[in-house]
């Protein structure tokens, strides 16, 4: 007898599984996604507000120097926490803006 018969046979609900086998599914997929972005190297820095040089500087394309140069001329706003700077991901969409320029 199938696994499927001792359950209607019971009385059981197949609905109750189906749900089980969909909870099951998506941790599953949620375990394999995590996986692949540590294996990528991936991170979820659109969920962060705050970036540091290195992630502002892969956000823009520009090169670190260019985003300290930036902000020591006071072209992007920093926030500073002791010695770590960190830029606004709201800053840099509006330095983004503010610089698209179309093609003429």
């Not at 007898?1 to 599984?17: A, D, P, V, W, Y």
């Not at 099951?24 to 294996?39: H, L, S």
């Not at 803006?97 to 093609?103: G, I, M, P, R, T």
Request: hydrophobic residues 40%.
């Amino acid at each position: 007898m199938s696994f499927q018969e001792k359950l209607s046979r019971c009385g059981c609900n197949t609905r109750i599984m189906n749900n089980t086998t969909d909870a099951f599914q998506q941790v599953i997929e949620q375990a394999v996604e995590a996986g692949v972005r540590k294996a990528l190297n991936v991170s979820e820095a659109t969920n962060r507000r705050l970036f540091s040089v290195e992630e502002a500087a892969v956000y823009l394309s520009l090169s670190k120097r260019e985003l300290y140069n930036m902000l020591a001329s006071g072209e992007l706003p920093g926030v500073v926490h002791g010695r770590r700077r960190m830029l606004d991901v709201r800053d840099l969409d509006t330095w983004i803006e503010k610089n698209k320029q179309s093609a003429a």
